[in-house]
């Protein structure tokens, strides 16, 4: 037995695992931590380990905490992307009942209905910056149709992305637009799983409309609703494209959010370090996020076993 | 199934069923045939308020060669190809391999490195930004292919090692302790064995990840400067400030800009539903 055959199984993980691990740990694990440690100082982003002449970082200079004092007691824009990033939170989430409720709407078996819900998916597979050039002119004041629409109503049409307390909205109503596509795609696969025979012995139980779907249908449905969830929470969190492309954070930073405002200070304000804390707040926010849902999850499951 | 079958209903709610969904996919699809309508809009015809309407005149030849005219539109398409391509084909390849071993072998750090692989998922890009630019340009991959596909072969990896070891570990485990008492190395057996079981799921997530490279615009936007290698995504956003009013154009070009992943979606639409609603049924 050559050394190779008798040694393989412990060698095989380290060997099938290590390019992967390895990529891995160097543009994901590796940044995380020096992000945090860039944000205790204070760097315009060049020529980060210059010294001069007693041997001491010339451009990098350790603030502690100030970035992330400043960001609290100093900075408006902060408190501003903060609750755009809230709005964003909460109002992503309508694209859930919306998803389930186009699910039911299209979970028929007629001629053609692959086609018609391949359209409906259509939205997902397109980009930000196309849906974000879209809705830019369904907005437009003078010619988009938004203004035909209000119109239509009687009311007077008004510049919604130039419009400081309108402009977030305006942007997660398109950034609505993939994501029911998206929540829709796992609301139908989820009914497919649904369970027959407890649809039958709702209907002999009397059960129809609302109250079959409130008690026998939603609940079989949770694998969707967590997945939906995770997934438009932490696309809202994330949410930059759009706001990049559609108002590019404007007007007067009204649509800022945590994200932008990083990407912002950093890249054209040259304020590495300051960037780096927002965009370590973004990433603890985001942790007790997932970190709460996942507890929440665990504790039902283990309550109702 | 829920709701009942249509068919159990009258012929006039039939109808109305039939009625209501065309209605509805025409609103639901009114931005992107706005679009595509655009696309093949004479200049004039914008001048002149039609913004919405049926075109006056159809430029669509005209409008369509304008746009790869001076010949950037068509480098930004192909730098697009050119790096979501090796990406897709990379990725695939790492995560397959991780996937095999943590599912497939006994470990002491196993749990830790799939925990690692899933929690990645989580991460606001924000937060690897001034980072991973640093390290592409110590690296000397700053604004080159190199640089775009190696940082998403990396990031994607993640997602795709977690779903393809959770699809690996529900593949019968004595097909491989066959294979091993038979002497087949851990290599043949993810060459001859895993591989060819898990192609639905590379389907799968080849096609989902195609499309979220080619939609990339935020690494595109830190790890490239200039036209050299920026996507189609980037490049759309910088030539709709050179078009200005040429709505005509910038449709033209968001048409072009969407069209591979659309392509993509409907050729393989089966394996891309099931990569996307992997975990939806049973969680």
Known sequence: ????????????????????????????????????????????????????????????K???LDNYIYLFTNDDEFYVSVFNNIKWFFFSLIAIPFGILLALFL?????????????????????????????????????????????????????????????????????????????????????????????????????????????????????????????????????????AVMTGGGPWGSTNVLAYKMYEDSLFNFRMGYGASTAVILFILMDIYIAWFLYRLFKRESTEK | MFPTPIQKYSIPVNILYRVALIVTLFIWLMPLIAVMLTSIRTYDDILAGNYWGWPKDIAAIENYSAIFEDGRMARYFLNS?????????????????????????????????????????????????????????????????????????????GFCTFFLRNFIKELPFELIEAARADGATEWMIYRKIILPLIVPALAALGVLEFTFIWNDYFWALILSQGDGVKPVTVGLDNMRGQWVANYNLISAGSVIAALPPVIMFFLMQRHFINGLTFGAVKG
């Open chain 1, 1 to 60: 037995m050559t050394f190779w055959e008798r040694n393989q199984l412990k060698l095989a993980p380290f060997l099938f695992l290590s390019p992967a691990v390895g990529l891995f740990l160097l543009f994901v694990i590796y940044p995380i931590a020096d992000s945090i440690w860039v944000s205790f100082h204070e760097w315009s982003g060049v020529n980060r380990y210059a010294v001069d002449d007693e041997g001491n970082l010339k451009n990098f």
């Open chain 2, 81 to 157: 190809m050119i790096i979501t391509l090796p990406t897709v084909f990379g990725t695939l390849l790492l995560s397959s391999m991780a996937g095999f071993s943590l599912a497939m072998h006994r470990f002491k750090l196993n749990i830790l490195l799939f925990c690692m692989f899933i929690a990645g998922n989580f991460v606001p890009f924000q937060i690897l930004m001034i980072p991973v630019r640093g390290l592409t340009v110590d690296l000397g991959i700053y604004n080159t292919y190199y640089g775009l596909i190696i940082f998403h072969i990396a990031f994607q990896t």
């Open chain 1, 107 to 243: 979970n028929q078996q007629i001629l053609g209905i692959r086609w018609v819900k391949s359209f409906f998916y259509f939205p997902f597979v397109i980009n930000a910056v196309v849906i974000g050039i879209v809705f830019t002119w369904f907005y437009n004041p003078k010619y988009g149709s938004l203004t035909y629409l209000l119109g239509f109503f009687g009311m007077e049409p008004f510049p919604i992305l130039s419009d400081e307390n309108y402009a977030t909205y305006g942007i997660i109503v398109a950034s609505l637009f993939p994501g029911i596509a998206y929540t829709m795609i796992i609301y139908i696969t989820g009914l497919t799983a649904v369970s027959k025979d407890m649809i039958e012995a709702g209907r002999i139980d009397g059960a129809s409309g609302f109250t079959m779907f409130w008690n026998i249908i939603l609940p079989q449905l949770r694998p969707a609703t967590l997945i939906a969830v995770v997934v438009t929470i932490v696309g809202a969190l994330r949410s930059f494209d759009l706001i």
């Open chain 1, 62 to 64: 350790w603030v502690g």
